[in-house]
């Protein structure tokens, strides 16, 4: 029986009941995908559009982690900066990752609407807010933006994003009305159904116990099958364990927090009258947006190394939302959860081959639902050989993640970035 889904917004909305199988048996396969999160999927439907055989193995639920509990926003970019990406492998090559990032989001959109996958329930508009006198560096980034990707930025001036935010701590914002917001863990659903439609095979409840790379045919054992396949690929995020050393070594599981409050329409009008998702700047950002037809208030933020939940996380992201709009101090929390993001030392996706027939597609935490599409789709095309565009990410592959030190060294830059936010945020 497979592991039933924390309760969240996502798991208490979820438009179909299926469940996939445990593997059971001998399986033999062109390529087997160990984690079905959102990276996973995507690279297996890319797969099975090409006819290839292909069997996704999940040792919880389809989209269980990151993937099926996030807070569904969809806009271009990576967790680092478009700058930090140039100072690493220069302009040209920064400007084509981040054209795949582009490409990404409308993966996404192409996949909601070609699969009719409604529930999944799209909602257009993201606006980027900043929450001190950032006005002119909005203007150039938007500008920077349409020169080089064709993009459609529109700034608000501090009126018109208050008109919207009812929030004196916002000072201006970019609104892009291309980028949206949705229900991640219906649209990952949706798209193993596809899988399974098109010939594939998901199996959820299959913890991968132990490999065998030796060969060419690699042996994967779950606790019911033995699977062997041409190529293995790992998509498996911030609960990867130790079946596969060198990925476990190479990122930092990062916890982030969200929250659902209870239906008040009236009340949450009183402060935000726009149905775009919102995120501001900080390293740390809040992000929320309306669900359920504008009735309830979803809000996330926050993040730590530390991999276990805090004892009330509904009473630190609430300060942050009544600290941000004091008119809903009333308002109630319904629920709470968290989520163990991948992420890498470098902040950019790892995406790559390890040795041959062996390859790794992960590390996509703080800006996830764009790139694990794009993700899935190169790490899909190089394991058919019909494109080299994963070299783009080869700069960015399985550093070491520091052990100990490295986490304690990230968990230092946050707080040194929260106090760098606050004093910008603060000066006069």
Not at 230 to 257: C, M, N, R, W
Request: a positive charge.
């Amino acid at each position: 029986m497979s592991e039933s889904y924390i309760d969240s917004y996502y798991s208490r909305t979820l438009a179909s009941p299926e469940v996939y199988p445990a593997a059971q048996g001998s399986i033999s396969t062109e390529i087997c995908i160990v984690g079905g999160g959102l990276a996973g999927l995507t690279a297996a439907l890319e797969l099975a559009r090409s006819g290839r055989s292909v069997v996704v193995v999940e040792a919880r639920r389809v989209a269980w982690g990151a993937s099926g509990r996030n807070g569904g926003f969809v806009t271009p970019g990576y967790a680092t900066s478009l700058s930090a990406i140039e100072r690493a492998v220069g302009t040209a090559q920064s400007d084509e990752l981040y054209r795949l990032s582009i490409e990404g989001m409308e993966i996404v959109r192409r996949n909601i609407d070609d699969l009719n996958i409604r529930e999944a329930q799209p909602k257009p508009g993201i606006m980027r807010v900043v929450r001190y006198d950032g006005g002119a560096g909005l203007e150039a980034f938007r500008d920077l933006q349409e020169r080089k990707f064709g993009r459609r930025l529109r700034y608000l001036p501090k009126d018109e994003v208050r008109a919207l935010l009812l929030s004196d701590k916002y000072h201006a914002a970019l609104l892009d009305e291309e980028g949206f917001h949705f229900h991640p863990l219906n649209y990952a659903r949706g798209l193993a159904r596809e899988i399974v439609r098109l010939g594939g095979r998901v199996c959820e409840g299959s913890p991968v116990l132990s490999c065998d790379f030796e060969g060419a045919r690699k042996r994967l054992q779950t606790s019911d099958a033995t699977i062997e396949a041409d190529h293995v690929l790992f998509t498996t995020g911030g609960y990867t364990g130790e079946v596969f050393a060198p990925l476990q070594k190479a990122y930092i599981p990062i916890s982030t927090y969200v929250l659902l409050t209870e239906k008040a329409p009236e009340l949450i009008g009183s402060a935000i009258r726009t149905r775009a998702g919102v995120g501001d700047d900080r390293r740390a950002s809040d992000y929320y947006r309306l669900v359920d037809d504008g009735s309830r208030l979803l809000w996330g933020g926050r993040i730590t190394t530390r991999t276990t939940d805090p004892r009330d996380i509904s009473k630190l992201l609430r300060k942050e939302m009544v600290t941000t709009f004091p008119q809903l101090a009333d308002l109630k929390v319904e629920i709470a959860w968290s989520g163990l993001m991948s992420y890498a030392r470098h902040l950019m996706p790892q995406i790559g081959q390890y040795k041959p027939g062996i390859w790794y597609c992960t590390a996509f935490g703080g800006h996830g639902m764009n790139t694990t599409a794009i993700g899935g789709r190169v790490i899909a095309e190089a394991i058919k050989g019909e494109s080299e565009r994963l070299k783009l990410f080869a700069p960015f592959g399985l550093a070491w993640n520091g052990g100990i030190f490295g986490t304690a060294a990230v968990q230092l830059t946050y707080w040194a970035y929260q106090a760098a936010d606050y004093v910008r945020e603060h000066r006069k």
